[in-house]
C-alpha cells in the first residue's frame, strides 16, 4: 500500500519571512516525487491558457472519463451558489463524463446571462467530443461578479483536449489555482487480490474557505467499480470529516464543489458496503480527502501557523466539530497565534461561546500542545508562560479540549491571521 502527496513550490516573492518558512512547510508536507500511482485509468485530464484573467498561464482544465463511469458530487450550500454550480447539479444525473473547470472567473451573480454562459461552455465542449450538454460538469472559481468570458474558453478548448493524457493530474492541480501558492495533490494505492486500485486527487484553495459541503474546488478520481449511490453516500462521508472540518477565516464561497469519479477500469470485484476491499477504498478515499483538506489549510492566504483544535468527550460529532470551529473561526484565536501569543483566555472564551448547551465549565479541560493551560474550568495550577509561549512558537500547533461530557471527537483545521492576508485580500481584483 502506498500514499503519495505532490506538490511543487510557486512564488513566495511576494510573502513575509514566517509566510515563506509556512510555505517550505507545505513543500515539505506534499512534495515527493511523481509515482505511476498518480494515474487513474480510464481518467484524463488537459489544461490550456485561455487568458481568463491573466494571459501566458493555464486557467482551463478538462477532465474526462471513459463511458460507464459514474460521478458523485457535492455543493455549496450558500444561498448565491455560481451559475456552474446550478448547471453541473443539473447535469449530474446525465451520466456525465465531463468536467469543465476554469480559474480566474467565478461566473458568479451573474444571474440568467451566468447561466446561459456556463452551459453554452457545455455545448462548445460537447461539439468537440461528440457528447451531449448535458454530459459536461462545469465548475469555476475566481472573481465574483463578472461575466465568464465565453470566446476565450471555447477558443482553447480545442488546446486542452488535444492535451489530454491520464498523467495530466499535476498540470491540471496548477490550472485550477487562484491564490493558492503551490498545487495540491494527493494518490493512494491499495491492493484486492493482487490487483492495484488507485485514487487521485486533486484541489484548491487558499482563502475564502469555511465548506459547507467541500473544498473550494476539489476533483478526485479512482478505478474501482462502484455503484453511484454508494459512490454518492461514500463522497459525502468523507468529506464531512475533512473539507468540512477546515477553515481559513469563516466564508463559505459561491462556488464549492467536490466531485469524486469512479471509472470502473480497474480489474477488481465491484465495490460496495460488506464486500471485502470496500473498507479499503472508503479509507483510502478518505485519506486523499484528508490530506488535500490539511494541504488547504497549510497554504492559507498569509498563513504563517498550521493549527489543529481537537475536541474530545462531547456528546455528538456535530457539536465537538461545532466547539472546533468556534475556536478556529476567531479572529482573536487567529491573530494571537501569528503573535506567537500565548493568549489563553481568548480560546478558553470562544470554547464557552460554542453552541454546547448545558456546558458544564467544571468539566472542561485544555491544552496548548504539551501544555494544559486549563483544568476543570479553571486555569492549570502548573501552567507557566513560558511553557505557553514555547508552544505557540512552533509553526505546527495542537490545541486540545476535553469537554467531559460523551465520548464523540472532532478535529478542525485551521491557520493563523498575518498581515499578509489582509493584504492579499486587499489587492485580490488588482
Request: proline share 3%; aromatic share 6%; glycine share 8%.
Amino acid at each position: 500500500m502506498s500514499h503519495v502527496h505532490v506538490g511543487l513550490a510557486a512564488n513566495t516573492s511576494s510573502v513575509t519571512d514566517n509566510s515563506v518558512e509556512c510555505r517550505d512547510l507545505i513543500i515539505r508536507f506534499v512534495e515527493k516525487a511523481v509515482s505511476e500511482t498518480a494515474i487513474v485509468r480510464g481518467i484524463r485530464l488537459g489544461v490550456a491558457a485561455a487568458g481568463i484573467k491573466r494571459p501566458g498561464r493555464d486557467d482551463l482544465l478538462v477532465i474526462e472519463a471513459d463511458e460507464g463511469s459514474v460521478v458523485a458530487a457535492v455543493f455549496t450550500r450558500n444561498a448565491f451558489c455560481a451559475a456552474p454550480v446550478t448547471v453541473a447539479k443539473d447535469n449530474l444525473n446525465s451520466a456525465p463524463r465531463w468536467l469543465l473547470i476554469n480559474s480566474g472567473n467565478a461566473n458568479a451573480g451573474t444571474g440568467v446571462r451566468g447561466l446561459s454562459d456556463a452551459r453554452e461552455t457545455c455545448s462548445q465542449l460537447s461539439s468537440l467530443t461528440g457528447g451531449d450538454g448535458d454530459q459536461v460538469l462545469p465548475f469555476s472559481t475566481g472573481v465574483i461578479g463578472e461575466y465568464l468570458p465565453v470566446p476565450k474558453i471555447a477558443e482553447a478548448l480545442p488546446r486542452a483536449l488535444a492535451d489530454l493524457a491520464e498523467t495530466g493530474w499535476e498540470k491540471g492541480s496548477r490550472a485550477i489555482m487562484t491564490t493558492d501558492t503551490c498545487p495540491k495533490m494527493a494518490s493512494h494505492q491499495f491492493m484486492i487480490d493482487g490487483t492495484p486500485v488507485r485514487i487521485v486527487g486533486i484541489a484548491k484553495g487558499a482563502g475564502m474557505i469555511h465548506p459547507n459541503m467541500a473544498t473550494m474546488l476539489s476533483f478526485i478520481a479512482t478505478d474501482a467499480l462502484v455503484e453511484r449511490d454508494v459512490l454518492q453516500e461514500l463522497l459525502a462521508s468523507a468529506v464531512e470529516k475533512s473539507f468540512n472540518c477546515i477553515t481559513v477565516d469563516g466564508d463559505t464561497s459561491t462556488n464549492d464543489a467536490c466531485v469524486l469519479i469512479a471509472s470502473g477500469k480497474s480489474s477488481a470485484r465491484a465495490l460496495r458496503p460488506g464486500v471485502e476491499g470496500w473498507d479499503a477504498l472508503r479509507d483510502g478515499v478518505q485519506t486523499v480527502c484528508d490530506s488535500l483538506a490539511e494541504a488547504i489549510i497549510r497554504d492559507g492566504e498569509g498563513a504563517t501557523k498550521f493549527i489543529r483544535v481537537a475536541v474530545e468527550s462531547a456528546r455528538s460529532f456535530e457539536e465537538a466539530r461545532n466547539v472546533g470551529k468556534t475556536v478556529a473561526h476567531s479572529p482573536l484565536v487567529k491573530t494571537a497565534f501569528f503573535a506567537s501569543d500565548p493568549n489563553w483566555g481568548r480560546i478558553l472564551a470562544a470554547v464557552g461561546r460554542a453552541e454546547c448547551p448545558d456546558l458544564d465549565i467544571g468539566a472542561v479541560s485544555i491544552w496548548l500542545g504539551d501544555a494544559q493551560i486549563v483544568a476543570n474550568g479553571e486555569r492549570a495550577s502548573d501552567y507557566t508562560e513560558q511553557a505557553g509561549q514555547a508552544e505557540m512558537a512552533k509553526s505546527d500547533i495542537t490545541i486540545r479540549i476535553n469537554l467531559g461530557r460523551g465520548t464523540a471527537e472532532a478535529a478542525v483545521m485551521t491557520c493563523d491571521f498575518s498581515y499578509d492576508y489582509v493584504r492579499i485580500n486587499a489587492e485580490y481584483r488588482t
